[in-house]
């Protein structure tokens, strides 16, 4: 089927229904998820979005960017900070004025409460700059846009899957969609199109992510020659719960919960001494990797504690309900009065698809645009998180280049026309369907996706080596041939989410490739990656963006000046 | 304790292909106790029947794609512990709604409720350059109701709604009940006249099913009760 449309948005979480309340009622948009509406992962988000309102504690948007230049170890793009941390103000404010129930000051102001990385006064001590809901704050944002487009009646196109960008010369004039309901494909043809996937955590073994975070919005245009920016800062967030991943917000932490090892010491206090269980997240899951490496872990095993007893029964059931959940739920404890078995859990990309400060994604490290193609939130790379991203940053990014990209691409739309695309557009990716759907070769989804997840975890993780990437590489390499022969068994057109899966790993495999190739590369320690062989920041070699894109001879990589306007970097120390 | 243990799963199926074939399939699965039930269907779907299938994504509660009647009763399937509802365990769409295949159900009348009650602020006031304030004691009041995650386990699980497909349902007047008691909204009377039509509030006859299935502790009925009590205020 053909559509025809001035904007498409592809995702329906924080960034693209943010992008989609720039642009309905001013040009002809439609949002495409891959889920139902309020179901994507923006929802899950629990500790805060962060801003300097300055309702608890003196803060200004001053402080917020240095935090987040020296969270992310010097390699953000410092305007784009700079920017960020000034509209984030108003995008919190857009947020209340749209009915978003934030948890409240005494006063009836928006309520804030600290995070790690988070200081006054360019790192003095911690500030309260985090506005919550409660531990649902990313659930209220995604409500709150969701009842927005309600109201000024977005049409959306749930349960289709966007598989192919349509690039002519140089310039996006399109998508195509797998519509899960029947097994037919969709041809958008578009003036202009956005991609806000999120993210692709899905390929570690222990994440946080949701099951849809599969990768394609990074691994489609990458297909068709995009470049990927920064693949290989890939944040561990460090309180998953142990075995499953599930997030325990650092706004545990940031009410006064603290990190204990099996010898019941409070770690921190050797790795991070200023603001100790709130240093940002790269060094507290280093810390947390090293402690059980040393036999400090909880009874020999890999996991440590989230200690928030002596936060007493009114704060935690009040500020932390869902957590608190969560620990009942899934291990049968209660956090009044036990602590939490906690393991670093694969949490955030911080690079992807390479993005201006106006969502416009770049074709090459010379920064020459995509015509017609925006990405915003965690599938795009600003970079405005570097080699780590600061907690509540990521609310921050999906909401003020959310805006700032349905902006822009309401401007792109007013003066520019709809291009020619052949009529036989989605023919190459109903092929690749079609070979999988009728396969029969004898690999299964199952066991090469185990394998990768597990491979990705023991050498692309939070400790890497050239040994290890260069064995993970050989390891693609091998699932990547096995994915030729990957069969499936339903045959069936409609709801056939068994052939959704597999075509999704094929977008995990390539996407795992970008990240290793661009890992090896990198032979420094900066944020998130952190080399074993290399174990130091290198400002006079890496100090760089690294751009990795597919040409025919394999993956080339190229590299970006960082943009620096106010902070110089030094080390990096908390 | 965590020994493995073995569990069979069966699920109702649908295949809207070849006819709208219905039949039950049956699974033996080797689960950890602590596993949710929906790590038991994947399980499934990735060792054994590729082509059962179902929704699900965050996987711990917040997305509220996996609601399904687990043992008769409606529930997340990733909030749902195996050890709870070992060793047989009995999966069905959810009821009410139109299955489109296995455990998918077709959730647009669903939603269609959901809009029906104007889910958004309405102020038209001018907006002031900082926040609007409200008291935590304002922003209590509809704090319960904020929870909700749109997975339709408590309208699916509500006779009324069973029996009179036009009932807007517990999580459409959940989500009303969200705005009316907002300080900050202004279209409260709008709401409640909607909610007091046919297909409104006095429809529930207070059985407590949706709160018993709101996989977000929801007080629901306690909510459809304060609405009605808002709309008999409104009366006199």
Redesign the interface.
């Known amino acids: 089927m053909y559509h025809k449309y001035d904007a498409v948005i592809v995702g329906a979480g924080g960034a693209g229904l943010r992008a989609a309340l720039e642009l309905c009622g001013k040009a002809d948009l439609a949002v495409i998820t891959k889920?139902?509406p309020?179901?994507?992962?923006t929802?899950?988000a629990q500790g805060g979005i962060g801003a300097a309102?300055g309702n608890r504690e003196e803060d200004s948007p001053e402080w917020h960017a240095f935090d987040t230049v020296k969270g992310g170890d010097y390699l953000c793009d410092q305007d784009a900070v700079e920017l960020m941390c000034r509209e984030s103000i108003e995008t919190?404010?857009d947020l209340?004025?749209?009915?978003l129930?934030?948890?409240?000051?005494?006063?009836?102001?928006?309520d804030q409460r600290r995070f790690g990385g988070h200081t006054r006064n360019f790192g003095e001590a911690p500030v309260a700059r985090s506005c919550f809901?409660?531990d649902?704050t990313g659930?209220?944002i995604l409500?709150t846009l969701y009842?927005?487009c309600?109201?000024h009646g977005v049409k959306f196109f749930p349960e289709f899957h966007v598989v192919d960008i349509l690039l002519q010369d140089g310039v996006c004039r399109g998508v195509v969609a797998y519509e899960l309901?029947t097994g037919e494909f969709h041809v958008f043809h578009a003036k202009s199109v956005l991609f806000a996937t999120g993210g692709c955590g899905r390929f570690y073994k222990v994440t946080s992510n949701?099951?849809?975070l599969t990768g394609e919005g990074f691994a489609v245009p990458f297909r068709k020659g995009v470049p990927l920016e920064d693949m290989e800062f890939f944040q561990f967030h460090p309180t998953g719960i142990y075995k499953?991943g599930?997030l325990i917000t650092e706004g545990a932490r940031g009410e006064g919960g603290i990190l204990l090892n099996g010898k019941g010491e409070r770690f921190m206090e050797r790795y991070a001494p200023t603001i100790l269980d709130l240093a940002p997240r790269d060094m507290i899951s280093r810390a947390m990797y090293s402690e059980i490496r040393e036999g400090r872990g909880v009874d020999g095993k890999d996991y440590l504690l989230l200690d928030l007893t002596h936060l007493g029964r009114e704060v935690i059931e009040r500020k932390l309900p869902?957590i608190t959940?969560?620990a009942r739920?899934?291990?049968?404890i209660d956090p009044v009065t036990q602590p939490i078995p906690v393991q670093p859990t694969a949490h955030y990309a911080m690079g992807g698809l390479p993005t201006d400060s106006d969502g416009r994604v770049l074709a090459d490290e010379t920064g020459k645009p995509v015509l017609g193609f925006w990405a915003a939130g965690e599938c795009a790379c600003v970079s405005v998180h570097g080699a780590n991203r600061l907690g509540t940053n990521s609310l921050v990014d999906i909401q003020v280049f959310g805006k700032l990209a349905g902006r822009s691409m309401l401007e792109y739309v007013k003066e520019s026309d709809f291009g020619f695309i052949n009529s036989d557009a989605s023919k190459p990716v109903e092929a690749e369907f079609e070979r999988i759907r009728t396969s029969t070769g004898r690999e299964?989804?199952?066991s090469i996706r185990d394998e990768l997840r597990t491979e990705m975890m023991d050498k692309a993780s939070v400790f890497r080596t050239a040994a290890g990437l260069s064995a993970m590489r050989d390891k693609i390499n091998e699932l990547k041939e096995r994915y030729q022969k990957v069969a499936?068994?339903?045959r069936?057109?409609?709801?056939n989410?068994?052939l959704v899966e597999a075509w999704e790993l094929g977008c995990q495999l390539d996407l795992a490739e970008a990240l290793v190739v661009s890992a090896a590369a990198r032979t420094e320690s900066r944020g998130a990656h952190y080399r074993e062989d290399y174990p130091n920041r290198d400002d006079s070699n890496w100090l760089k963006h690294t751009f990795a894109q597919i040409t025919e001879s394999g993956i080339r990589l190229g590299y970006k000046p960082v943009t620096i306007t106010r902070f110089e970097p030094k080390e990096r120390k908390y | 304790m965590n020994r493995r243990m073995n569990v069979v799963l069966k699920v109702k199926r649908f295949d809207p292909e070849n006819g709208g074939r219905t039949w039950w399939s049956e699974y033996e699965v080797q689960a950890e106790p602590t596993d949710r039930v929906l790590d038991a269907l994947d399980y499934v779907k990735w060792k054994l029947d590729g082509t059962l299938t179902y929704r699900r994504s965050c996987a711990h509660g917040i997305c509220g794609s996996d609601a399904m009647i687990i043992n008769g009763i409606n529930r997340l399937a990733c909030k749902t512990l195996v050890r709870d509802v070992a060793p047989n365990i009995i999966l069905e769409p959810l009821a009410g709604f139109k299955v489109l295949r296995d455990l998918y159900v077709d959730m647009e009348p669903f939603f269609e409720k959901y809009r029906a009650i104007m889910p958004y602020l309405v102020n038209d006031e001018p907006m002031p350059e900082k926040e609007r304030l409200q008291s935590p004691e304002e922003r209590d009041i509809f704090d319960d109701t904020t929870k909700c995650i749109l997975c339709a386990a408590c309208t699916t699980s509500c006779p009324i709604f069973w029996s009179n497909s036009s009932y807007l349902g517990p999580a459409a007047i959940v989500n009303a009940h969200r705005f009316i008691f907002d300080s900050r909204d202004k279209a409260s009377d709008e709401r409640l006249a909607i909610l007091d039509s046919n297909a409104g509030v006095w429809r529930c006859r207070t059985i407590f099913n949706c709160t018993d299935a709101c996989p977000r502790g929801i007080e629901v009925t306690r909510a459809i009760e304060e609405v009605k009590r808002a709309i008999m205020m409104k009366r006199f």
């Open positions: 889920l139902y309020t179901r994507s992962h929802g899950t309102l919190v404010y209340e004025h749209w009915g129930p934030f948890s409240r000051t005494e006063d009836g102001r928006i809901s409660a649902r659930h209220m409500q009842q927005q309600v109201k309901a949701a099951y849809a499953m599930i869902d959940d969560f739920t899934y291990l049968g299964s989804v199952g499936i068994t339903d069936a057109q409609k709801f989410t068994e």
